[in-house]
C-alpha cells in the first residue's frame, strides 16, 4: 500500500512540475531547423513572428545578444525546431520545444492540404502555431544570483525613476532622430543604454540595451500587435535596428535630426 502511494505521489509531483512551452519567456528559434534549410519557405521569420505575438522573446543565434539570465542560466530558453512529419497527400510538419535538458516538452502538429511546398509548410506552421497558448512565463533562473546582477537591478531601478516628461525642450530637440517617416526622442539610460521612443514622448517604440559585443544592442521592440526581441547597431552617425513587417525582417536607419 505504501508503494502504491509513493508511487502516485511521485507521478503527480512530476506532472506538477511537468514545464509547458507557455512557462517561458525566451524561445530560441534557430537559423538550422531539423527538416528545413536556412529560412527555407520563409519558414524561420514566420516562426519567429507568429511566436512574438503570442508574447514570446525571440533568441537568434548570436549569443551577444542574448539576456544576461538566458546566458547565466540557459534552462530559462526552449529552443524550437520544425520537423517534417510523413504524409504523402499533405504537407505535415510539428513544432517541438526542447528544453536545457533535450527533451521535448511540446509538440504541435499542423497539416496543410496545399500541394505546392512553400505555400503548403507556410499554412502547416500557422495551423500548428494556432494551438499554442500565450506565454505566461512561470521559469525563472535557478542559479545564485551573481553580482553583477546586482548592477542590473540598480540599472533598473534607475530606469524606473527616469521620467521622459521632464526633459527639457532643448534636451528633446539635441535627441532627435528621424527614420525619414517620422521623429522620435533618444531617452540616454544608463551604461550606454537608451529608449527610443515617438516624437511627443507619449510611447516607448524600443529599448536598446548594450550588448557584449561593441556597437551591439539587444532590442526590445513594442508596435501595435506585439513585442518582441531583435538586433541593433551603432554604425558611426547612425543607429539601426530590425523590425518585422509582413512576417519579413527589415532594418530601420535612425539619423539625427
Known sequence: MKTILSTILLATLGFANAQEIKDYKYVHVPDALSSFGENQYQLNTRLSFYLGKKNYHILKDDKSVWPAETLNDPCTIVRADLVKAKSLTTNKLNINFIDCKNQIINTFEGVSSIKDFDKGYQEALKKALEKIQISVPTVKSTKPIEAKQSNSQQ??????????????TKAVVNNLVTDGKNNYQIIELQNGSFMLMNENGTQVVAKF?????PGVYRVAVTDDTASYSSIGYNNDNSISYEVLENNMWKEIKLTSK
Open 155 to 168: 540599472i533598473k531601478e534607475e530606469k524606473a525613476v527616469y521620467v521622459p516628461a521632464a526633459t527639457t
Open 209 to 213: 540595451e548594450k550588448a557584449i559585443k
